[in-house]
């Protein structure tokens, strides 16, 4: 199961329909928040995609949190907006991919495989 979180519906639905297109299994997410709530009613992720810009909690943010409450979890960060700073913070924080927006389907799909890989 795979977490979309992107404040943009039609960027969520988009990358949704595009992992099930990869034969895995999606859920979008309007925010950071929301997500985080939902790990917190006991659902489980294989992997978070989220973006960096958003609303309340930023995709940063967001993936420090999950370090926190899952520290194994794979997380992806996508952005409109890169910054050497951002990337520089994702990999610290140990996102296994920083993707700028439009990105091509095969290396979102490459991605997503590495990400979802057994440890």
């Known amino acids: 199961m795979v977490a979309i979180v992107d404040d943009d519906p039609a960027v969520r639905a988009a990358l949704t329909r595009l992992v099930r297109s990869f034969g895995h299994q999606g859920t979008g997410f309007a925010s950071a928040e929301s997500l985080l709530h939902a790990l917190d009613a006991a659902e489980r992720f294989d992997c978070v995609v989220t973006d960096i810009q ?40 140990g996102a296994c991919a ?22």
Request: glycine share 4%; charged share 20%; proline share 10%.
């Open 54 to 93: 958003m609303p309340g909690l930023s995709g940063l943010h967001l993936l420090r949190a999950l370090r926190e409450q899952r520290p194994g979890l794979p997380v992806i960060l996508i952005t409109a907006y890169p910054s050497s700073s951002h990337r520089e913070r994702a990999a610290a924080l």
């Open 98 to 119: 920083y993707l700028t927006k439009p990105f091509d389907a095969a290396e979102f799909e490459h991605c997503l495989a590495e990400a979802l890989k057994p440890a």
